[in-house]
């Protein structure tokens, strides 16, 4: 057995034990875009030439998100789990991370508890066919989100999110640009964004519930393929509910080491996905 950083070369076979793993398409395009995030922080456990694990992890300054835990289903319940989690942690707290977080699927929850790791709140996992309300006049405070913006949005998001994600916007920004929006209110200033993937919604963030609908109208107004979303409160999963989408499942989001404090506004309503936050 070697244990060893996850590289670029890795992603064809890491995409096809996700797809094993999750279930859907190989995640490929997914997983570059997490070792672009943090290149030194996703590890592989390999074994006669075949990639049989996987996981890592993602910083925003003092706290850290761990995801895409991955086991190859023939060698489940053989430590190899905890072992690439342990090593995460470990780097993770190395780098000076003092609080890690995660979303746990009901298969992985019993190892992160037995690592310490304790409750920290729930999402929702939505899904199906959008049916966005017409956005009304206040669509003109919606616009798609170009470069300039991505700072403005990244210190409005701090406080809801609890770090600073600055990386991991421009990223979703960039690589989504034909389906990124930012709202201002009356003086100019950012009150929200969201980007539509190819096939999930999120991160997505609002000053309020009506500039949340607001921003999901026009986003998903031409948007007819099936979407998936994380919703991180009950705004969020209402307000998605309301346009179509069908709450499938709730997942608890768990963490190890001191809350991470956020304010209670602006509203963080989704995630980017549920392996970075």
């Not at 746990?104 to 508890?113: I, K, N």
């Not at 729930?122 to 470069?147: D, T």
């Amino acid at each position: 057995m070697l244990l060893r950083r996850l590289t670029l070369e890795d992603v064809p076979t890491a995409a096809r034990l996700s797809a094993v793993a999750f279930g859907g398409p190989p995640r490929e395009t997914r997983i570059r875009r997490y070792l672009a995030l943090e290149p030194e922080g996703w590890f592989a456990v390999e074994e006669g030439g075949a990639l049989v694990a996987m996981g890592g992890v993602v910083r925003f300054g003092k706290l850290a998100w761990l995801g895409l835990m991955i086991v190859e289903p023939g060698r489940q319940r053989s430590g190899l789990g905890r072992t690439v989690a342990r090593t995460v942690i470990d780097w993770a707290h190395d780098q000076g991370c003092t609080t890690i977080r995660l979303i746990a699927t009901p298969a992985g929850t019993p190892l992160y508890r037995q690592l310490g790791f304790v409750p920290d709140g729930e999402s929702q996992e939505l899904k199906g066919n959008p049916r966005p309300s017409p956005p009304g006049p206040e669509r003109s405070s919606v616009r798609p989100w170009r470069p300039p913006d991505t700072d403005e949005v990244a210190r409005f998001d701090a406080p809801a999110f609890g770090a600073d994600r600055s990386r991991l916007l421009s990223a979703y920004a960039r690589e989504f640009s034909t389906s990124a929006w930012v709202a201002r209110d009356d003086a100019g200033a950012v009150s929200g964004f969201l980007v539509v993937q190819d096939e999930s919604l999120g991160p997505w963030c609002a000053a309020d519930e009506h500039v949340a609908g607001q921003l999901l109208d026009v986003a998903l107004a031409g948007v007819t393929r099936p979407l998936k979303a994380g919703a991180v409160d009950d705004v969020g999963a209402r307000l998605l509910a309301d346009r179509g989408l069908a709450r499938i499942r709730s997942l608890p989001r768990m963490r190890l080491g001191p809350p991470v404090p956020h304010a209670a506004s602006p509203l963080l309503l989704a995630h980017a996905s549920y392996a970075v936050g």
